[in-house]
């Protein structure tokens, strides 16, 4: 009798932890299966609200509205900029056209036409007041005073130069002079300083005016907006390195906006920064809502990564491989958190150019335009629920990897047409001056954009180099288009082709899947075995597949 209540125990206590362990392993699998769900699932399945999707649509209609406001305002500020350029290189360089030359403003040719422009500008920025037709004035000091106009003139200590003697003696040591004055009275320079006006042009290396204007930027009031102030710092060059008979005259601007010391305005305008304000507070309130429901969700998944890696571990002796351990560290949640850091630094430089503190249209531009790029990336997450929506994104998942390693390739042929085209062709071609440009040059090449602009604007004094270009530039496009261009295509393609056969086939399983789908099939693996796979498949360490399908498999 004492034998038989022993066993009865025995049994009742097996039976008990047996029970406890099909409970963990269900409760386990519900678990992970309403964490992979769709947000309508999860609402049919425990109605439970999608609030999650909801602050994410929420967050894209309102970082959308402030991106497009920001947007308008951003674009006022740059044409301000760009007419005010285009104004004061019209009134202050004679004969200016309108477009500049190459990379400078208007070239001269004879000692004449150096004097005719530094002179005609002195007397074009004395008579300002009368001339310009926008709120454009002279700077002022903190005292009330004028700032001067100031001119330096750069050139050789010592120097004697006899060309058709062939014989020089420079001095490189080079000299500067400044001088400076009133600038209502700058035209009367040339006569009261003419000895600093009698140039050696031999030995003159470039000569700079400078001088400060400020201006009103007024048309932000049409747009409800408060105008900011600017200060415009002016430098005009006269540039005679090369010493070639050709003086090339630069105007280079550096505007600053900053806020009005004295203002006063009558509508709405003060009204509708107040109204903005309000918003990109509220915008900052939903973005940091959503970086925190996103953060939940990612301590949530590593909680379940952890719970289904011990599963296994007791029961199989198994490890979670890399695909299932990417299903449950979602890179998705990582680019909303991105996102919406990105959008709340955005909206608080907005907001700080809305109060006039800040005057970085620029900096706050990029925020807010790389986290609406960002959010409307992410809307791609939940079209994927859907399997006819999706396959952009199993497509980029699987080709990803070979185009990775194809691109590095292709980039060692591409850097070294890039530099050989530098160092050949950059003293005669425009498109090839510097490293960058060329490598804009291929790039619009490659996508088959400017040849036969780029072919013909090669200047053909050189034969020889004209004829390099030739087998140059057939050399690239025949590689670049015919092969490498066409293999890019072919990763993809062949991607896309095994993605839509595994949508029809059905996709391997792994561990994980197989768990969500009640499988009992996982084959337990012994200590030595397990760890010899993994030395020589880590990254597959629990995906079986057949062999003769390796070669068609892209999913890594």
Known sequence: MELLNRYLDRSNSVSSVLTQDVIREET????????FMSPCEKYRARRHLPWKLGVQILKIIMITTQLILFGLNNQLVVSYKEENTMALKNLFLKDYSGVDEDDYCVAVY??????????????????LGRLSVGPIAYAEDDDGKLLPLTICKEYYKRGTVEPSDEAYDIDAQLETVCMSHDPKTANQWKTQNSSFFD???????????TFQLKGINLQTVRSRELPDCYS???????????????VKIFLDIDAQSSACRDWNISGTAQKNTHYLLVFDGFVIIVCLTSAVLCIRSIVLAVRLLQRFSRFLHENYNRKVCEDDQSEFLNGWYVLVIVSDLLATVGSILKMEIQAKSLTSYDVCSIFLGTSTLMVWVGVIRYLGYFQKYNVLILTMKAAFPKVLRFCCC?????????????????PYHEKFEDLSRVAECLFSLVNGDDMFTTFAQLKDKNTLVWVFSRAYLYSFISLFIYMVLSLF??????????????QKEGFPLTDLQKFLREQKDFPVLEESSQADAQLRYPVLCCCQRVPENDDVILIS
């Open 28 to 35: 386990l699998r519900d678990d992970l299966k309403y964490y």
């Open 232 to 246: 415009f710092y002016i430098t005009i060059t006269f540039d005679n390195q090369c010493h070639s008979g050709k």
């Open 110 to 127: 004879t000692q004449h036409g150096v004097y005719d422009s530094l002179f005609y500008a002195l007397d074009q920025y004395s008579q």
């Open 199 to 209: 140039l050696d042009f031999y030995r003159l290396v470039d000569m700079k005016m």
């Open 410 to 426: 292709a980039g060692m042929i591409y850097l070294g047409y890039t530099f050989c085209g530098w160092i050949v062709l950059g």
């Open 489 to 502: 295509i072919a990763l993809i393609t062949d991607a896309y082709e095994t993605i839509k056969r595994y």
